[in-house]
């Protein structure tokens, strides 16, 4: 994104200061993207922070979940396994689609959590997810 060229500018250190501040979720997701190319062990050490903790809002964990997902498997499902708040719409919607399209050993306890937290969505939203939620369930819910 050109408005955020500087940030190339910028070592880690301060990315990683900037992602902390939270100040503008769209510049947070670009310094994360930065810092993952630039220190994966930091930006996974953040991304499970903002995952696990609710930091940013749910547009921001999604960004963080895609960028971390397919080399962090484990360390992103522990994550969201530790959240204690509920799972947003978005986050929830990307972590259905990388689980059907990423069969990954996850515990029952986990799969119950993303069960509850998409049964939880308020009637008629769940039409704008991308997910396939039965597909989901054949996978992992009904075996």
């Known amino acids: 994104m050109e408005r955020y060229e500087y940030l190339y500018e910028l070592n880690s250190d301060e990315l990683v200061k900037l992602i902390e501040d939270m100040l503008d979720f769209e510049e947070v997701a670009e310094a994360f993207n930065i ?16 995952i696990e903790f609710d930091r940013g809002d749910e547009y921001l964990q ?12 484990k360390e992103m499902i522990d994550a969201v396994d530790r959240r204690k708040n ?23 306890k986990f799969l119950k959590k993303i069960e509850n937290a998409y049964m939880s969505v308020k009637f008629g ?4 997810m991308r997910c396939d939620y039965s597909k989901f369930v054949d996978m992992y819910l009904n075996v």
């Open 35 to 50: 810092l993952e190319s630039r220190n994966p062990n930091k930006a996974l050490e953040k991304g499970k922070q903002i």
């Open 62 to 73: 999604a960004t963080i979940w895609d960028i971390m997902f397919y080399e962090n498997r």
């Open 86 to 108: 509920t799972i947003g719409k978005t986050l929830l919607d990307d972590i259905i689609i990388d689980l059907t399209n990423y069969k990954t050993n996850v515990h029952i």
């Open 125 to 128: 939203e769940t039409e704008d």
